[in-house]
């Protein structure tokens, strides 16, 4: 009997747990990472800053599996894993990074909260499945980002930040497309394998596009600061929580799997105080109490039924 209740606990943090830890994990680190690389762009070209980051991820997961001997993909997973690398990697990564430089990072929390409410949107127009209850919490959680970021929203008013919102907001809709075409096509082949080769391809379409256009600087001239940042940004950014990620895409609704992006402005906000000595305001504490609302209700969202 003993036995037999184990075993039931342990599916049951196989089939939740670990997706739920993994989820934490990405909710934590991809909050650090956006700070990163706002630090990274102070010293070189934002998107040679992505171009250099990518190839080096890329270079990590693809050695990975050459010397696990993993099979390669084939035939029209190619076509697969190139959509995914200008989605996600060029168009996705490459506009946010280049984003940062051009707009506060108050407005890039609220822009960056918009993710989910695209997943929604493009869910509704497909006809998928979606929890209402899912749906309102999504709400709730962007309301509570706006609140905590309220001082901000003149700022997509602002004319000198129109390129940056164009910028952050066009990734944002890239990820959600992007994330989404993972859900669908990831059991077709390795995702992670699929990953590093995404990665490695649009670092090489990114240094065609920066080369062209001269924006590169020699990587001698690169600063030390910045080198820090994007080694942060390979190791815990584009592998460790890229991993954490497609698991949790692999084992919980893309409602839930999303609700990172509510808790990433959160983190940072939090270790702008204790790193930076930014300041915390009652705003801040009513908006995080209404985002952790929303949380509450996208995650009791799991065991309601969904609509049609």
């Known amino acids: 009997m003993k036995a037999k209740i184990q075993s039931a606990l342990s599916g049951k943090v196989d089939a939740i747990g670990l997706p739920i830890l993994a989820l934490c994990w990405v909710s934590f680190f991809w909050g650090t990472t956006w700070l990163a690389s706002k630090e990274g762009v102070k010293h070189m070209p934002a998107l040679q800053l992505a171009t250099i980051r990518q190839f080096l991820g890329g270079i990590l997961y693809v050695g990975y599996f050459l010397l696990k001997k993993e099979p390669w993909p084939k035939g029209k997973q190619w076509i697969t894993i190139l959509i995914l690398s200008i989605l996600n990697f060029v168009c996705s990564n490459g ?35 979606i929890a209402r209850l899912a749906v309102t919490g999504l709400l709730v959680c962007f309301g509570g980002i706006c609140i905590i970021f309220m001082d901000h929203l003149a700022d997509f008013l602002r004319p000198d930040f129109q390129f940056g919102i164009f910028l952050s907001v066009a990734s944002t809709i890239t990820w959600a497309f992007g994330i989404l075409y993972i859900m669908k096509k990831a059991a077709s082949f390795n ?23 001269g924006s590169n600087i020699p990587l001698s001239d690169i600063p030390l600061a910045s080198w820090w940042a994007i080694g942060y940004l390979v190791i815990i950014g584009s592998v460790l929580t890229f991993i954490a990620f497609i698991y949790s895409l692999q084992h919980l609704p893309k409602e839930i799997s999303s609700i990172y992006a509510y808790i990433n402005p959160i983190v940072a906000i939090i270790l702008g105080f204790f790193i930076f ?16 609302l929303g949380l509450y209700l996208v995650n009791k969202s799991i065991k309601k039924p969904k609509l049609k």
């Open 95 to 129: 506009l946010s990074t280049w984003g940062v430089k051009y707009i506060s990072s108050g407005l890039g929390a609220i822009i960056g909260a918009i993710f989910p409410i695209w997943i929604v949107i493009i869910c509704f127009f497909k006809g998928e499945k």
């Open 191 to 213: 995702p992670y394998f699929s990953l590093g080769l995404q990665m490695l391809i649009s670092s090489f379409i990114l240094f065609g596009v920066t080369e062209s256009t």
């Open 277 to 292: 000595g930014e300041t915390l305001t009652q705003a801040i504490a009513i908006g995080a109490l209404v985002t952790l």
